[in-house]
């Protein structure tokens, strides 16, 4: 069963806009998180991480927010740029652990 | 550094076949996963080693599949016989306990 789910495959927004990506977790033992993006024919690329122990982390025009309770986090990504446009995975794990658990990915596609 | 190395890019089999995707991982990384990529299911984890040493093999999907890691710079995956159903993007990545997993190109396959 999926641990980490992304339920929007796809998002399309116009450039200069922000873009919101979503993704929901299961286990109550994950306490890092991760974002992947990817381009096509090559492999995910780390973007941004977030500890359990905050709620926020940002990064130039990413930013993570992460609501435990709900066991929800999401990417913000502002303004969006055509280069952004790329699949976006979502990625957790336990700090005592080394596998993460990914996401389906969401495709975003940032329109000029 | 290079980055994880993956080989060949491209793989196209016939049904029946042995196919071997190969990789080198990040020079001082003791960490390497494989994962497999669909459209279903993300990015599925099939097997990851610590010290060269096979930790979790939970997620490879069937008997047709192995993998080795013989020593800390490269490691195999092989699918004998190989099966239409099999045709993904197969990626490596590899991690030291610090940081987060860097990933491979990726390689392509196709079963005939």
């Known amino acids: 069963d999926q641990q980490v789910k992304q339920n929007s ?25 991760l974002w ?26 990413f930013t993570v927010f992460l609501n435990k309770s709900a066991k929800h986090l999401s990417l913000h990504i502002v303004p969006s740029q ?16 080394n596998q993460f658990y990914f996401g389906t990915g969401t495709s975003l596609t940032v329109i000029p | 550094d290079a980055g994880v190395i993956q080989s060949p890019r491209h793989e196209v089999t016939e049904m029946g076949q042995e196919v071997t995707l190969r990789c080198k991982p990040i020079s001082g990384h003791n960490s390497l996963f494989w994962y497999r990529q669909t459209m279903m299911r993300g990015l599925e984890l099939l097997i990851y080693f610590n010290n060269n040493v096979p930790i979790d093999d939970s997620g490879m999907p069937e008997d047709r599949f192995s993998a080795k890691m013989p020593n800390a710079s490269f490691s195999t995956l092989k699918i004998q016989p190989s099966e239409p159903r099999d045709s993904a993007v197969y990626f490596c990545a590899s991690r030291d306990y610090y940081n987060e997993q860097f990933f491979g190109p990726g390689t392509r396959l196709t079963v005939l």
Do not use: W
């Open chain 1, 82 to 97: 055509p280069g952004d446009s790329a699949v976006y995975f979502c990625a957790a794990s336990e700090s005592t652990g």
């Open chain 1, 36 to 61: 992947y993006k990817k381009y096509p024919a090559e492999g995910p690329t780390f973007l941004i991480s977030i500890s359990s122990i905050k709620d926020k982390n940002e990064d130039g025009r």
């Open chain 1, 9 to 33: 495959p796809s998002l399309s927004v116009q450039e200069g806009r922000i873009s919101i990506l979503n993704c929901d977790y299961t286990n109550s033992m994950f306490d890092y998180f």
